[in-house]
């Protein structure tokens, strides 16, 4: 009937799972009697699952990933460093004892050195970069420049389509043609037809576009941008952006032995599929959502752990804002609903601020009381048919939990009344005005019973503006740079003076265009030209 | 009792403990299997290391290091599972013979599975590979993944055997084609 492997294989992972039950146990002692390739399987899993979780503790998944991505078109040399890597991985002094060697003295050392180097580096770099000029000169240092961008392009990536008749020169022409004032108001999402990304289009196409853009506004001010940072100096910058912390010895070893050994895109790559990055992306965003302290009644764990599997799995960021936005269910079983459970007080006021500052990036609480004193366009009506989508929003404790226990250990519910209704506001001269709930010039009739957060996900996911992918890209530049598009990552608004407008929104363009897949966009930043820079300031 | 006339054959404690070192994770993974599961491996290993520092004089140098400790690791499985070792009915009798053979038998090629492991977790797909990081992370059970993933755990442990049969398979067709770069 059943292959015996099979099923075999199946109960020996139940037992690594420690979920087997008895009869379980004498099923697979029967087919280890029945068949000799039963015992061979059981210890091949079991020991597998020794590698693994010995390896996992000593930092083995970032060798396990690293050893093979160099696999496919190798080099001699670079697999026999990687062997070597392998062997010296393998020195078996007591795991403890290598850990403690290496967090002791070492990391603590790198790291002050890192952090020291970075915070310079990414603001040095950031000025260079809103100022300086395309690099390729003759004679600057600078020439292995492009090689990296050449070198790349002949890996594959499983993301990357073929070039296809998209012409990225045009593209860019296109968009820098577009209508913009000086301050980038409100044509700010310039007429590009999204056609143009309609056809699928690489990772090169778009970091050959940042780098174009970048490299005009070096030109247009004259500028000389920084030699390309060496591959030590970025493979630790590059740690610290994406991971969140310092490679190990073993990790940092193989961009410093031979810039041959491994290329910037192959480091981003493995990266980007480190664990790591998703915990790292967890953290900030929970501490975004719902502060660092001060919501003891949120099950802050939950809410992280739904944002780490979310970003391991790399769901479109538009997703995530939208299952953040529209949460419902158990503060425990659902992670999502705890952005709400904490921002919900004092007529989710708070909520419609904070949505609107993170995810919309612009700052609106002001016009909670007032219009906006130099913006014109925001208006103290649109803040309020933008909270009028979180006025159903209700927060009960959940039943078992009402009784004895603190507050600290209740679980909560958060639902929607799907309610009819309109929301009231008042002017600072004292008159009573109504809203429906609307955003982006559509709005839901006051007698409707939808669920409103529901149609608020969906309106940001077809938001004329991308409002929601622009703020994103300003958060995340900012965290490779140092410095978003912006004086204030969080504040976008209709007044805020854009360094690099067209840059911005091609960015954005491109993000909707590839289903706001953030893992990509890290990989067009950081691979950019302008993130190669080394932090030497040129003279 | 016969150290005396043997004092030239004894290792030097320099000697003995690059060996010891050495073999600390082969003889993990050869109690592995034997034991049943990490914490038990660990605490037997620590048992036989004891065991190997005292008897340290009676290792004859010409002989193998690891099949030294092999046979000390063995007494200790038997005598952790007397005392207090959970009685899992596949690890008994003959079994616990055929199996300490056949984990004997790859003692042989640990480095090379290692390398194959690292070469076959490369070529699984990206949902798995994630998914099996994911799992040995160090503190994280399949039933947290279900949970983080929302999905159920049966499903979750039928892809985690699913890929660990992939990866068990991988290791032997690459041992066995010599594939290993």
Avoid at chain 1, 201 to 209: G, H, K, N, V
Avoid at chain 1, 254 to 262: K, Q
Avoid at chain 1, 347 to 355: I, K, L
Avoid at chain 1, 427 to 444: F, H, K, L, M
Wanted: proline residues 4%; contains cysteine; glycine residues 6%.
């Amino acid at each position: 009937m059943t292959d015996p492997l099979n099923e075999a294989a199946q109960l020996i992972n139940r037992h690594i799972e420690g979920v087997m039950s008895a009869d379980q146990q004498s099923r697979l002692a029967v087919l280890m009697r029945q068949d000799s390739g039963v015992v061979e399987l059981y210890v091949d899993i079991m020991q597998l699952d020794g590698y693994l979780t010995w390896g996992a503790a000593n930092g083995l998944s970032e060798s396990l990933e690293q050893t093979s991505d160099s696999l496919p078109m190798q080099t001699a040399v670079v697999t026999d460093s990687s062997q070597d890597r392998w062997k010296h991985g393998d020195v078996s002094v007591p795991v403890d004892f290598r850990r403690r060697l290496q967090s002791g003295k070492w990391s603590i050392t790198l790291s002050v050195v890192l952090i020291a180097a970075c915070t310079w580096g990414l603001s040095h770099l950031y000025r260079s970069s809103s100022t300086i000029t395309s690099g390729s000169s003759p004679g600057n240092p600078d020439v292995i420049h492009n090689s990296l961008v050449t070198d790349d392009s002949t890996d594959e990536l499983p993301e990357s389509f073929e070039l296809g008749p998209l012409q990225f020169d045009s593209l860019t022409r296109s968009i820098i043609s577009a209508p913009f004032d000086s301050t980038g108001n409100t044509a700010d999402s310039p007429d590009i037809p999204t056609s143009l990304f309609s056809e699928g289009f690489s990772d090169e196409d778009i970091i050959t576009a940042i780098n174009h853009q970048i490299s005009m506004t070096l030109k247009d001010n004259g500028v000389q941008p920084s030699p390309r940072a060496p591959a030590g100096e970025w493979a630790r910058r590059v740690w610290l952006t994406v991971a969140g912390r310092i490679p190990s010895i073993n990790e940092i070893g193989s961009v410093t032995d031979g810039i041959a050994s491994e290329s910037r895109r192959q480091l981003i790559d493995r990266l980007l599929q480190n664990p790591d990055r998703s915990r790292r992306l967890a953290e900030v965003w929970t501490s975004l959502l719902v502060g660092r302290s001060g919501h003891p009644h949120i099950n802050r764990s939950a809410l992280m752990e739904y944002l780490y599997a979310a970003f391991l799995e790399n769901r479109p960021w538009i997703t995530i804002v939208g299952q953040l936005i529209s949460a419902e269910g158990r503060s425990d079983t659902n992670g999502a609903t705890n952005f709400l459970l904490a921002h919900l007080d004092n007529q989710a006021t708070p909520a419609t601020a904070v949505t609107a500052r993170l995810f919309l990036g612009e700052q609106l609480q002001c016009v909670q009381c007032h219009n906006h004193p130099f913006a014109r366009q925001t208006e103290q009506q649109d803040y309020w048919a933008l909270n009028a989508f979180f006025q159903h929003t209700e927060a009960t404790v959940h039943d078992t939990d009402r009784s004895t226990r603190s507050l600290r250990d209740r679980t909560f519910r958060l639902t929607d009344r799907r309610a009819a209704g309109m929301t009231f506001y008042e002017t600072r001269s004292g008159r009573q005005e109504a809203v429906v709930p609307s955003y982006d010039g559509r709005r839901i009739p006051a007698e409707s019973r939808l669920h409103r957060r529901a149609v608020l996900a969906e309106y940001l996911a077809t938001d004329s503006q991308s409002r929601v992918a622009r703020a994103m890209i300003n958060r995340v530049w900012a965290e490779f740079f140092g410095f978003g598009f912006t004086s204030h990552v969080d504040d976008m608004g209709p007044h805020a003076a854009v360094s690099h407008p067209e840059l911005l929104a091609l960015l954005t363009q491109a993000f909707v265009a590839a289903d706001y897949d953030l893992e990509r966009l890290q990989r067009w930043i950081a691979l950019s030209d302008a993130w190669q820079c080394t932090s030497q300031a040129t003279p | 009792m016969n150290s005396n006339d043997q004092a030239a054959k004894v290792l030097s404690d320099d000697e003995f403990i690059r060996l010891f070192t050495s073999t600390q994770r082969p003889l993990f993974l050869h109690i592995l299997p034997l034991v049943g599961n990490g914490p038990d491996a660990d605490e037997v290993l620590q048992e036989t290391n004891l065991i190997m520092w005292a008897k340290r004089e009676q290792f004859d140098p010409g002989t193998s290091f690891l099949a030294w400790g092999r046979a000390i690791a063995r007494l200790e499985v038997f005598r952790f599972r007397r005392t207090r070792g959970k009685k899992l009915k596949f690890l008994e009798g003959d079994l616990l013979d055929r199996i300490a053979s056949q984990a004997e038998a790859s003692s042989g090629e640990l480095e090379l599975r290692r390398e194959a492991l690292a070469q076959c977790v490369q070529q699984l797909q990206v949902k798995d590979r994630k998914l099996i990081l994911m799992r040995y992370t160090p503190g994280t059970t399949g039933e947290e993944i279900a949970r983080r993933l929302g999905r159920p755990a049966n499903s979750v442990y039928q892809s985690l055997g699913r890929i660990r049969r992939t990866l068990a398979e991988c290791i032997r067709r690459r041992l066995v084609s010599g594939e290993v770069t």
